[in-house]
């Protein structure tokens, strides 16, 4: 027997914390409604690696991404789509499926409405 995780899982958590964003995806005419969980919290960046004898370097940065249900999709989310997410508009930088049928999508501010 194999759980349907989108079904039983994402699904509850996108209708309960989950909000409405346009995605323009480059292959279709016009946007669709796509209901994601968006987070721009600040993740900690090694950009050195652990080096021996060397200091750390700490450095922190905003990282937006969008966690979806891939089924919502009429095609697959690629890299360049673009989402429309509080007046602003991402990109997607980096599709990161989790192998129970959602995906974190990763992102990068293309503009702002100032």
Sequence with gaps: ??????????????????????????????????TGIFDDGYEG????GAMPGLTPTDITTSLPRLGVRLSDFP???????????NGMTYSIREVQPDSHGGARLDLNLVSSSS
């Design 75 to 85: 095609v697959p989310p690629v890299q360049g789509d673009t989402f429309i997410i």
């Design 1 to 34: 027997m194999s759980i349907d995780f989108g079904q039983l899982v994402l699904g509850p958590c996108l209708d309960t914390f989950g909000a409405p964003y346009p995605w323009q995806s480059q292959s279709l005419a016009e946007p669709v409604i796509i």
């Design 45 to 48: 960046l090694d950009p050195m």
